[in-house]
């Protein structure tokens, strides 16, 4: 994870200098690009957001949702606890392309107010997976050890679904409690998830209405 840390710091800091010295890398301030660059960013934009909204769309209302009705639900869990920070990584990596991409070829003192926008929703999508990846998802996991170490001195949490954990929570505190904060930690993380992929949605919509966007 330590990695991870350094690349993303090192990409955020790269998308920043892109976003307000355009100069520097080659994008004057009055909307002209360098002829060698400006193909090769326009994909790097595309590829990278497409990426990025490919994988929420896919973990968020697919994959998750497959994978929770039919494993086991430790099982099901500990999967989740590998797999999340990989996502967020990679989601988090391809938004902080995007932002540097977009405010190459949009620099902000030439940008229009809805390019400015879109770059806004760009950097909303990299903060809300930031948020993922550094604080929520590594507090879900623990809370979710935990839970798990109740559970199983229990002998329940080798079912598919939720209907043995609610049943033993109803004559077992400790366990509603644990329930109780586990549902309020991944609540925000869940939340910060959709807030991402909102973000993502409303700079797909802005690719399908500009002809312009990549001029």
Same mark, same amino acid.
């Given at each position: 994870?330590?990695? +991870? ?64 009705? %039919? ?6 869990? %500990? ?14 990596? $391809? $938004? ?44 879900? +996991? ?5 839970? =798990? ?5 229990? %002998?329940?949490?080798?079912? +598919? ?17 644990? %329930? ?5 930690? =991944? ?27 990549? =001029?």
């Amino acid at each position: 994870m330590a990695w +991870i840390t350094r690349f993303l710091t090192a990409v955020a800091f790269l998308a920043v200098g892109v976003i307000f010295s355009p100069e520097t890398f080659g994008s004057k301030s009055d909307g002209t690009k360098s002829p060698n660059l400006s193909s090769f960013i326009k994909l790097a934009h595309l590829l990278s957001f497409s990426t990025a909204w490919g994988a929420a769309l896919w973990v968020t209302f697919i994959g998750g949702i497959i994978m929770f009705k %039919n494993l086991p639900r430790h099982q099901f869990g %500990n999967l989740q606890s590998k797999m999340f920070p990989a996502y967020f990584s990679m989601v988090g990596v $391809c $938004c902080a392309i995007s932002v540097a991409a977009f405010g190459y070829l949009h620099p902000w003192k030439s940008a229009t107010m809805p390019e400015k926008y879109q770059l806004g929703f760009l950097v909303s999508a990299f903060a809300f997976n930031l948020s993922n990846l550094f604080v929520f998802t590594p507090m879900t +996991i623990e809370m979710m050890k935990q839970r =798990h170490k109740v559970e199983r001195e229990a %002998n329940i949490g080798d079912e +598919i679904g939720w209907s043995k954990n609610q049943e033993a929570a109803k004559t077992n505190p400790k366990l509603a409690a644990m %329930n109780k904060k586990f549902g309020m930690i =991944h609540g925000l993380s869940s939340l910060a998830n959709i807030m991402s992929f909102g973000s993502l949605a409303m700079h797909s919509w802005f690719l399908a209405v500009s002809s312009t966007l990549l =001029h």
